[in-house]
């Protein structure tokens, strides 16, 4: 049995995905841009995806502009913003330090090449809070950006209070909602945002493709430029089938929000009770509520979150040490840390999210083979203790 526990790193494509985007690869070839019968086949189906996922956020189809993936929008949003606020004379970007590397290089990109940059401390759950948004934000702000939903632990951030904070003070408000929308319901007026980022591939959707939503009347600066596509705000041939695939997953989406929140609540509660029962010295980082239904992240005392992944993976089990945009690198948890976790926690923490297809079935046999696993890990650590020699007590 091979189970998947890492859908905030990517979740399977829905069938009906599949089918949709390789019927557009077959049949619709024809460019959108073109006024003849193939370019406008093309172009319906991208109307029909721009407007499936408007719905999908409760926005209007005009204000979504097309990207190939959340890390552009992040970067659309943040250098697009601060590029036509800095003739104002605001060039101050505050963010949360907890937010996607998308967004923290971007704006160490930005910061190089003149602008201010405020990063806001969270508290040990992970959450923002507005105080600190207050003591930080000036009249030289031109935009703050705090995350929706954590990727690594899934927390949910106040956005529409820290979006109030900003307007009072003349600032945008963006927030990357990349690890909420298909998770929980997300609408653009309800967060009182100006901006919102979002990636197919987190909700059943194809890789490569997202989308960012501008409210009607916020100016930006094109960071790709060329063609007059998407209103002039993101030049390049679009890509018909990513983004009927989109499309489809943005309806399914809809659909599912109504009913699959609980069963994950359910299914990852019964997760983490049953870890947090058989295996001792365990711990749920960050806050229990609110917090997305799939994501719970949770340390280990004595084991290295790096061995218990691949002890997981041999037992056909994966899962994650946190964002997948930050593996292969050595550096710990920049989320766990800004969270004041003791440096044995940040780098004993393994993140499980959950999603489509999961079963209580395979929740029991993660549950079943866990112990057991740790209990090795945890022996090697001891026997490798003991084997240390003595620190000598000369010198300083």
Not at 276 to 281: A, N
Not at 336 to 357: D, K, N, Y
Request: charged share 20%.
């Amino acid at each position: 049995m091979r189970i998947y526990f890492d859908h905030n790193a990517t979740t399977p494509l829905d069938p009906a995905v599949a089918d949709a985007v390789a019927a557009a690869l077959r049949d619709d070839f024809g460019n959108p841009s073109s006024v003849h019968h193939f370019g406008q086949r093309a172009k319906r189906l991208v109307d029909d995806a721009r407007a499936a996922l408007a719905a999908l956020i409760g926005a209007e189809p005009s204000e979504v502009i097309f990207t190939s993936g959340g890390t552009e929008a992040d970067n659309l949003a943040l250098r697009g913003a601060a590029d036509v606020l800095a003739g104002q004379g605001r060039r101050h970007l505050i963010a949360s330090a907890i937010e996607h590397e998308a967004v923290l290089n971007t704006l160490q990109a930005l910061q190089r090449h003149g602008s201010r940059v405020t990063l806001l401390p969270v508290d040990a759950h992970g959450i923002v809070s507005p105080d600190d948004l207050r003591a930080a934000i000036d009249d030289e702000t031109c935009l703050v950006s705090v995350m929706h939903a954590n990727n690594e632990i899934g927390t949910i951030q106040p956005v529409a209070e820290l979006a109030a904070i900003a307007h009072d003070h003349g600032a945008l408000f963006h927030t990357d909602a990349v690890q909420s929308v298909g998770k929980v319901p997300v609408d653009v007026e309800t967060l009182g945002v100006d901006l919102l980022s979002l990636s197919a591939h987190k909700f059943n959707g194809p890789k490569g493709v997202g989308a960012l939503w501008l409210r009607r009347g916020v100016r930006l600066s094109p960071t790709q430029t060329g063609g007059r596509h998407e209103r002039s705000r993101r030049a390049g041939t679009e890509n018909v089938p990513a983004l009927v695939g989109m499309g489809v997953a943005a309806r399914t989406a809809v659909d599912r929000l109504a009913s699959t929140a609980t069963p994950l609540t359910v299914l990852r509660g019964r997760l983490e009770d049953g870890i947090l029962g058989v295996v001792s010295g365990t711990t749920v980082n960050g806050a229990r509520e609110p917090r997305v239904p799939n994501t719970s992240n949770i340390s280990f005392e004595s084991v290295e979150a790096e061995s218990l992944l691949i002890g997981l993976d041999l037992d056909g089990i994966a899962v994650s040490t946190g964002s997948a945009c930050s593996s292969g690198t050595l550096e710990p948890s920049h989320v766990l840390r800004a969270m004041g976790l003791p440096h044995h926690r940040v780098q004993s923490s393994i993140r499980f999210s959950l999603g489509l297809g999961n079963t209580d079935l395979e929740v029991d046999r993660t549950i079943a083979v866990l112990p057991g696993i740790v209990g090795r890990l945890r022996d090697l650590t001891r026997a490798s203790t003991r084997s240390r020699p003595a620190a000598s007590g000369a010198g300083r």
